[in-house]
């Protein structure tokens, strides 16, 4: 079968591809599940995850080889974070070896939509986990869907590797110092879709949030999270309870020590000292590593390395990063778990 895509511009879109996998929590165990070619869930209207927001997702890439294998990059990670929010919400867990083997399965149904690995583009896999059933009160689901879906994607912002800049948030938080933001729940996303929008409506890419306690310190963007590097060749990114515990992040903090010989620190990102930094950058899943060009704060615009071209450490962070994704440079051990076809 020939697949009509323009794989060189893809974008950030939801594709339909032939096969998804579904599996039911119920009586107190998860079934084996199944791959579907149907791609409507069936559930109770008075399901919690509809009314109470009991759901929670994952996102992770599959990528081509330049010998042509399909491999995913740190699964293991969006399982556990995925079980750290299942607690958090009082869902079951998904285990481990579940939730890599839906992954696999679903990049093996749907290979031929796993992009060509000179188009730059990706397989994103949505992992999903929704409380369902007939339940009125506030209280946890006794029934859940697990499912896994995937499309392929290029760039989650426009332009990629070019810088773009970014808004900060006055108005609005993303999460509350001890709510559920590490939690990767719908909820804090539903929560930024109206300073999202008025973002993009102004020209920007996306929001920075700072802290909730505060307002002073960044804790990160609204679909990624943030990092600088300073004058001094440090790499930094917000340490906080209430940021989602980014792969991407803990992934770059280990590069930047051990393969770039920077200096890596989480800590405070003071909103009112950005001058301490030559770059910046979001980083995640989707975003992978986008340069910030500005950031606007109030009335105050901040350039970091400049508008149009990505700096230099930030360049070699995201060869070192999307080099050991696409198989090209040697990645640290268990880093990398390759998808076989038969
Ligand atoms: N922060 C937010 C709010 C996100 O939605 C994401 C995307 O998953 C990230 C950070 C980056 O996390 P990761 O690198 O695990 O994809
Ligand atoms: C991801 O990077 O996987 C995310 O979940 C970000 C998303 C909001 C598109």
């Known amino acids: 079968m020939t697949i009509d895509i323009d794989w060189e511009n893809l974008g950030f879109n939801y594709m339909k591809l032939p096969y998804r996998f579904v599996t039911h929590y119920k009586n107190g165990q998860w079934e084996a599940g199944q791959l579907t070619e149907d791609a409507t869930l069936h559930l109770s209207e008075s399901s919690p995850a509809l009314h109470y927001g009991q759901q929670a997702f994952e996102g992770l890439k599959a990528y081509r080889t330049k010998s042509g294998d399909i491999q995913l990059f740190r699964p293991d990670e969006n399982a556990a974070r995925l079980q750290k929010t299942a607690d958090r919400l009082m869902m079951p867990q998904v285990p481990t070896d ?75 938080d993303r999460a509350a110092p001890h709510g559920t933001g590490a939690a990767k729940v719908g909820g804090n996303y539903a929560g930024s879709l109206l300073p999202g929008k008025q973002a993009h409506d102004a020209g920007y890419s996306d929001v920075i949030y700072l802290d909730p306690a505060t307002h002073t310190k960044i804790e990160e963007v609204g679909s990624a999270n943030f990092f600088g590097i300073t004058k001094d060749n440090e790499f930094v990114t917000p340490l906080s309870p209430s940021i989602l515990p980014s792969i991407t992040k803990y992934s770059l903090l280990y590069l930047a020590e051990h393969r770039l010989g920077l200096k890596a620190i989480e800590g405070d990102v003071v909103i009112a000292d950005l001058d301490r930094f030559s770059e910046a950058g979001a980083c995640g899943t989707a975003a992978v590593i986008s340069p910030i060009a500005g950031i606007q704060n109030g009335d105050d615009y901040h350039v970091f390395y400049s508008e149009t071209e990505v700096g230099p450490i930030t360049q070699k962070l995201y060869d070192e990063l999307v080099g050991i994704q696409k198989g090209d440079v040697l990645a640290p051990e268990g880093w990398i778990d390759k998808v076989e076809l038969d």
């Not at 999903?128 to 989650?156: C, H, K, N, R, W």
């Open 98 to 172: 579940l939730f890599v083997s839906a992954v696999k399965s679903v990049v093996k149904a749907n290979h031929e939509y796993v992009p060509p690995y000179t188009s730059g583009g990706s397989l994103y896999l949505r992992p999903l986990l929704i409380g369902v059933g007939d339940i009125i009160g506030v209280q946890p689901a006794q029934e859940y869907i697990f499912t896994v879906f995937a499309m392929p994607v290029g760039s989650y912002f426009k332009g990629g590797l070019t810088p773009t800049n970014f808004i900060v948030s006055r108005d609005f």
